[in-house]
C-alpha cells in the first residue's frame, strides 16, 4: 500500500515545485542528472569490468584489511557503493565469501562513500564543473557506440561522470538563483530538535533518492549557497548515513539468510555510527575544527569542512567496530538463522546476483550442483546402491553375483523434499537471468538449464526402472538377478566416472573424457542385449521376465544418458565462449560404436601408438 | 611504423581485431597433455589388469584417447599453419 502510493505523492509534490518555483526545478533536474550520472557510472563498471571486479573481490577479501580495503577502494574508485553492496550480497549469497569478509567490505564501502564528499565540495564547487562535463559527454557517447563491450563500458563511465558533474553544476546554480527569491536558512532550526530534524529529513531524502551521495551532493550545494546553516548540515549527513541502510535492507529482502545478515551488520554499523556522531556532535565539530585549520581549510570554508566531519564520523564507526566485527558475526548467525524445513532449499540464489550476469552464473551453476548432488543420492539409493559404494574403490563387477541390499526409499516422496523446491528455482532465476544476461551469457544460461532438465529426467528414468528391480533383486533366479545387478553395476559406474570428472578443471577435459564412458555403456548395453538373448534362448528366463528385462534396459540407457547429458552440459557452461576444440576432438557416434563393437579386436601396440 | 603500431595498438583496444584466438595453442597443448597423462595412467593399469573384462574395458579407453589425440595433433597442424600465413 505504502509503496503504491509513494510514487504518485513524489511525483505531484515534485509536480508543485515545478509550478511554483523555476529553481526548483533546476535543483531537481541537477539532482535527476546526478543519479542518472550515477546509474552510468555503475552500468559502465559493470561492462568495462567485465568479471575482472568479482575476481579481484574473490581474491582481496582473504584477510579483514583486504575486505575493507577493497570495499574504500572500489566504492571510490565507482563513487557509488551499491554496486559494491549488490556484488557482496551475491557473494556471500553464493557462499563464495564469508560473512566477516563481507562486513569488512561493507565497512570500507562506507568510508569510500566519504570521498564523494570532498569530490563535490573540493572539486565541483571550486571550479565551473560544467566546463569538464561537455567533453566528457561528448567522448563518452562516441565510445557507447563502439562494438566491444569494455569500451562501451568506458563510454558509460565517461557519459556518467559527465551527467555527475552536469548535474552538480545544475544544483549550484539552483541554489544560487534559489537566494534572491527564497531563503531557506530562515528555516534552520538549532539545539537537539534541530539535530534531530534534519538528521529526519537527510534519512528521508537518502530513502527517496535512494543514495547518500544525491542527498550530501544536495546537501554541498545549499550549504555554498548559503541555504543551510552548517549545523543543520552535519545533521543531513548523519541522516545521509542512517538512510543508506534502508535501501540495503530492502536490496536483502529478496536475499538469502546470508544476504540478510550483512545487511543486518549494515543497519547496526551505521546506525551505531550515526547515533554516536548524534551523541558526540559537539566533540566532532571541534574536531573538525581542529582539524581543518591543521589541513590548511578555511574557518568559513563549511563545505569542505562537511567533508572533513563525513569523513571522520565514519572512520570512528570503523575504527570502534572493527575489533566486534566477529562478535558480530556470532551475533548474527545465532539470531537470524534461516527457516528450518524439511524440504532442501536453493542456497546460492539470490535476487541481488541477477544484475551481474557472471555472478548470476556462478550461483545458478552451484546451485545445479547442489541440485545434482541430491539427484545423485536419489539415483544411487533408487537402484539400491549406497554413495559410499560409488564414491569408494570397490570393484563394481562384483554386485553382480553379491546379494542386493535394499535401501528403502519414496522416490516420489525424496523427489518433493530434496529436489521440486531447488529445480524450480533454478529454472525461474535462468528464465530472468537470461532476459538481463547480454547474449555472450545466454549460451551458458541454456546449457544450465538444459542440465536442470536432464537431472529431473534422470530421475523419473529412475523411478520407473526401480519398479521392476526393487522386486527382480530379490527373485529366486540368479540369472534375473545378475542382470538387474548388470543395470546397478552400470549406472554405478558411470556415476563414479561422472563424479570424478567434477575434479577436472578444463572444460574440453572433461567433454573428451565423456567419450571415454560413452564407449563403455555402449559396449554394456550391448552386452546386456546378448545376455538377455541368451537367456531366452537357453530357456532360463520366461518371456514376461525377458521384456521387463529389455524394457528396464532401455530405461538404464534412458538413466545414464541423462546422466551424461546433465554433466556435459554442466561442463558447456564453464566453456570459454567460441571454444570450438571440443567439437574438433570429441568423436563421432559411429567412431564410438566402431571402438564399442570391435573392443576384442583393439591391438595393444595399436593403443602404444604414438599420433604422427 | 610506429603510428602503424600504435594503430593496430588501438584497433585491438577498440575490439576490432577478429584474429583467431592466439591461446587456442596454447588451450591445445594442455589439453593434448592431459590426454597424454591419462593414457599413461590406463596403460599401467592395463599392464596390471588380471580379468577379461577390465582389460576390454581400458583397451577401449586408450582407443577413445588415441583418436582424440590424433585429431587433436591435425587440429593443431592446422592451427599453426594458419597462424603462420
Redesign the interface.
Known sequence: MLRRIFLPVIAVILGYGFWVSGDFSEIAAGVALFLFGMLGMEQGFRLFSGGSLQRLLNHTTDRLWKSLGFGLVSTTVMQSSSLVSVITISFLSAEMISLAQGIGIVFGANLGTTTGAWIVAGFGLKVKISAYAMPMLVFGVLLLM??????KGAGWILVGIGFLFLGIAYMKEGFSAFTATLDLAQYAMTGVLGLLLFTGIGVLATVVMQSSHATLALTITALAAGQLTYENALALAIGANIGTTITAVLGALGATISGKRLAAAHLIFNGVTGLLALLMIRPLAAAVDWISAGIGIAPQDYTLKLAVFHTLFNLMGVVLMVPFIQSMVRVLEKYMTGVSVEHDEPRYLSAASLELPDVALGAVYKETLHLFDNAFSLVAHGVDLKRSTIRGEQDL?ALLEAPAQLIDIDLDDQYGRMIKSIYSANIEFISRAQVLASADYRERFAALRDANLEIVAAIKATKHLRKNLHSHLRSNNRDIRREYNRFRARIGSVLRQVSQLAEED?P??TL??L??IR??EM?AASNANEAVDRLIRDGTISSSIATSLINDGAYTRELVGHLLAVTESLTRANLAE?EV?DS????HID??AD??RG??G?D?A????E?? | MKIKKHLDKLSR????DDGI?RD?LK??R??LK??KS?QEKL?AK?AEAE?E??R??L???????????????E?YRTLKASREN
Do not use: C
Not at chain 1, 574438433?584 to 568423436?587: A, G, R, Y
Not at chain 2, 583496444?13 to 576490432?16: A, N, R
Not at chain 2, 583397451?59 to 595433433?73: A, N, P, S, W, Y
Open positions: 563502439q562494438a566491444s563491450n569494455r569500451v563387477q578444463e574440453v577435459v573428451l573424457a567419450d571415454r564407449v563403455e559396449d567460441g576444440l574438433e576432438m570429441t568423436l567412431e564410438i571402438i564399442a573392443s576384442e583393439v595393444p595399436r593403443l602404444k601408438e599420433p604422427r | 583496444l577498440l575490439g576490432q584466438d587456442q588451450k591445445l594442455k589439453v592431459a590426454l591419462d596403460q592395463l580379468g573384462h577390465e576390454r574395458k583397451g577401449q579407453k586408450l582407443e577413445v584417447i588415441r583418436l582424440q589425440r590424433e585429431k587433436g595433433v587440429v
